[in-house]
């Protein structure tokens, strides 16, 4: 029987994803990427960046942990082998092939600073189009990071080939759940304190395979036990109230820091918080909304093209408005979230329509 719950919650997050990129594009906290507020800090506190520091501490790993738990129930009907060539296309193909048909777009806006102050000058139009292609990356490093982990999966599950390891997993009591957590901090230590700006330590902190591959595995071999997810459902109220009081904390005594930083991310109380809201909602979810309907149907089949194609209307629509136009502030976050929301479904339908196109952009086949 389908375990709706887990359908449910991925979309729900990633439209979660979509919220956090309206707010954090215009975000004057010091996060990369983006193009900035509207005021430095602390002159201009612009509150409305607390979103991030609500869900950038647990969402991207909860999307981590269903992803393993989803492995798990596909590897249960496939072979390895059928399981890894789907994976390929469907997370593979869109974060390279698709960077050269789709994402070139996204890069476009996220140089266009660049190319306004000359910096892409006398660069060949094929050098300057394999630029805009990489940069697009953008919200891909997720699906890169999952191939990558589906492929160390497989290498793993040949040291429990009778799945004794997963068997044993599957006892974990609320305290040892709970108690996973300090692997999550465990994993958030392995980022690179002091990054270098010449070298590739940035990319390593953005894409953290040690922390993510850390969630990913939990979901596979704990989370997708039944018996785990009942457990984790009964204590949902519980576990959501220590979470609020660490999170209030948290933001409480950290606005105003850039939450992104290895330091902010490796602290005791975010590990604590980004936990505990990942526990919190699997059992919210798990207790409350194991069920579907019409518009829940259609958003488990098409939440990956919208977290595929959701951040071309980000940037071009939040760069647009903040280059050429003057209007409030409010207005635009008005504006760009009813762009995100209305042109990334709107993109995905095209798309996904067209034979070819939906290969390299989506990994989908007819």
Known sequence: MRKHWIDNLRWVTVLLVLFYHVIYFFNNKGVFGGIGGFGEYPDCRQYQDVVMYILYPWFMPLLFILAGISARYALERHSAGEWFKARTRKLLVPSTIGLLVFQWMVGYFNTAVAQRMGMLDGVPAVAKYLIMAVSGTGPLWFIQDLWLFCLVLLGIRLLDRKNRFHAWCGKAGIFWI???????????????????PESADGLLNLYKPVFYIIPFLMGYFVFSHDKVQETVGKAWIPLMGCAVVAGGILIGTTFGQDNTTPQYLSSPLNCIYGWLMCLAMMGLFQARWNCTNAFAGYMTRSSFGLYIVHYLPVAAVGYMMKT?????????YVILAIAVFTLSPLIYEILHRIPFIRWCVFGEKK
């Open 178 to 196: 709970i108690l996973l957590g300090v692997l999550f901090w465990a994993g958030e230590q392995t980022l690179i304190m002091n990054p270098r």
């Open 324 to 332: 050429y136009t003057e209007l409030p502030p409010w207005s635009m």
